[in-house]
C-alpha cells in the first residue's frame, strides 16, 4: 500500500509568489494534517482537514489556506511569500481525527 | 497550554552505548496520548510508538523501551546497544484532545542523536 505522497518534493519560489502543496493520504484515511518545520525545530501545526471539513487551524497568517477534496487528497497554498516561509511543509494522514498519525516525506520549499 | 520539552539538543554516543532521550510534557488534559517520531536525513517523520496516558506500562520493542511516568510528566526513550543506523533527530509530540483542533500533535524541539562507528 502506498504511503501519504506529497508532491512536488523540492521548490524553489520567489518573495511574493504563490505555491500550492499536494497531499495523498493512505488508501482508506480521512484526515489530513498539514505541518510546518523550520530548520532546527519541531513541526508546528497549521491545518487539520477531516471529511472535508476544517477541523483544526493553528497560529498561522491568512496567507496560509487550505482544503480537502471528496477523494481525501488536500492542497495547502500559501499566498506572498516570506523568506520565512522556507521550511519543510508535512502533510500527516489518519483514518479519523486525533487517530496514530503517517507522515509523508514533505515538500522543501525554498522562497528566495 | 501544552508543551512538549526535550531539553537535550544534541547527544553523540558510540556505537554500542545506550542512549536515552528525555521529553518532558505540560497539560491540562486527563485524556491524551503521547507520541515519537524519528526523522531521517530524508525528512519523513517515522512513527515509532504511541501511549494513551491512561496507560503507564513500560514498553520494549526490540532495542527501543519506553518510560512514561505520569507523576513527573515524562515519556523518556532510551536505546540499547545504539547502532550508526539509529543517528536521526528524534521528536517527541503530545496530542491535544480531538475537541482542541482535531487532536493536533504538538512537537518537541527534537534530539540530534549521532552514534558514531
Known amino acids: 500500500d502506498a504511503g501519504v505522497t506529497q508532491s512536488p518534493t523540492h521548490l524553489i519560489k520567489t518573495r511574493g509568489q504563490h505555491v500550492t502543496l499536494r497531499c495523498s493520504p493512505i488508501?482508506?484515511?480521512?484526515?489530513v494534517s498539514w505541518y510546518q518545520q523550520v530548520l532546527g525545530q519541531g513541526p508546528q501545526f497549521i491545518f487539520q482537514?477531516?471529511?472535508?471539513?476544517?477541523?483544526g487551524r493553528g497560529n498561522f497568517p491568512d496567507r496560509f489556506s487550505a482544503r480537502q477534496f471528496p477523494n481525501y487528497s488536500s492542497e495547502l497554498n500559501v499566498n506572498a511569500l516570506l523568506l520565512g516561509d522556507s521550511a519543510l511543509y508535512l502533510c500527516?494522514?489518519?483514518?479519523?481525527?486525533?487517530?496514530?498519525?503517517?507522515f509523508g516525506s514533505g515538500t522543501r520549499l525554498t522562497v528566495v | 497550554a501544552q508543551k512538549v520539552t526535550q531539553a537535550q539538543t544534541e547527544i553523540s554516543v558510540v556505537e554500542k552505548e545506550d542512549v536515552t532521550l528525555d521529553c518532558v510534557y505540560e497539560t491540562r488534559d486527563t485524556t491524551y496520548y503521547l507520541f515519537w517520531y524519528k526523522q531521517p536525513p530524508s525528512g519523513e517523520l517515522v512513527f515509532l510508538i504511541r501511549?494513551?496516558?491512561?496507560?503507564?506500562q513500560n514498553e520494549i520493542s526490540g532495542r527501543y523501551s519506553w518510560n512514561f511516568q505520569k507523576s513527573t510528566s515524562s515519556f523518556n526513550f532510551t536505546i540499547t546497544a545504539s547502532q550508526v543506523v539509529d543517528s536521526a533527530v528524534y521528536f517527541c509530540a503530545l496530542s491535544a484532545p480531538i475537541y482542541n483542533q482535531g487532536g493536533k500533535l504538538i512537537f518537541g524541539q527534537g534530539t540530534e542523536l549521532s552514534v558514531k562507528p
Open positions: 482537514y477531516y471529511e472535508k471539513e476544517e477541523r
Open positions: 500527516a494522514s489518519s483514518l479519523v481525527s486525533g487517530d496514530g498519525y503517517t
Open positions: 501511549r494513551n496516558s491512561f496507560d503507564e
Open positions: 488508501s482508506g484515511h480521512k484526515s
